[in-house]
């Protein structure tokens, strides 16, 4: 069944959201031009884009770090294929970071030079899962779900924003000697957010003062993000997407909220699924909190 609806436009095998996608756009991706200072984070949906968004402008940027500037992160490190605000990137002053759900298969061809570093942010699927049900719920340009059984549905066949997450992952990870990437986890940045922060310096070979370290976790952190409004998306989402009912961007920021959600049975039959998808996969996962 084809998973085009209102608010999905499939392009080369991928859901886009269709109300902030421009077709044009999509068709001349690939030769986007690159240049090897970028900086691109690639996430799925939901698993901590906005997070590592606000970290990586944290470390580039005096200005947003000093907060002597009054940039939105979301203009900091804009969307690549959702270019919601028409910034012109062929105009943007060097270092860019763009942020991106892509596939490995439809980023421009330029990464493959392997110069432009590649943060790759996962997180666990089932608090992407919950994440991305009630995200879902709450933005007015994606699909409302009724329970979760539906959405579990709709997640695991791939009928979503980002496609199936399985495919996403995988894609990347076994693409990874194509291009110069480094995967990080969100439970890891959760656990550990100062030495988190430390590891992207590194690989983007950034040499930060400890108090400059100090200011970066300060700002990152959840309470801190979710009541600053350069940080949070609430004002771009309020005035300029449209919400269902009140609601905050930054809904919980935990590990392991799916425990609240899935039944027992919704749960075995997501890890039979993991298994069978990610068994080749190296990659670690953390699904509690208390997990070490
Ligand atoms: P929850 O819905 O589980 O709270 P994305 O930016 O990829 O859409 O991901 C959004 C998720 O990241 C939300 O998860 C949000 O709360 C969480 N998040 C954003 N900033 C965070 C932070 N500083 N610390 C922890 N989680 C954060």
Redesign the pocket.
Known sequence: MDNTNEYLLKFKGYNFEKTIVKIEHLETMEDFEIRDDDVFII?Y???????TQHILSLIYFDGHRNSTENIDTMDRAPFFEYNIHNIDFVKMPSPRIFTSHLPYYLVPNGLKKKKTKILYIYRNPK?VL??FF??SNWLVTLEATDTIEHYLEKFLDGKVVGSCWFDHIRGWYEHRHDFNIMFLS?EDM?KDLRSSVLKICSFMEKELSENDVDTVVRQ???QN?KSDPRANYNNVIKNEIGTRHSGS??????IG?WKHHLTVEQNERFDKIFKRNMDKIPLKFVWDINEE
């Open positions: 996430t949906p939901k698993s901590g884009t906005i997070w608090d919950i994440s009630h995200f969100y959760k990152a952190t959840f993000m961007f930054l809904r919980k920021g935990t909220d």
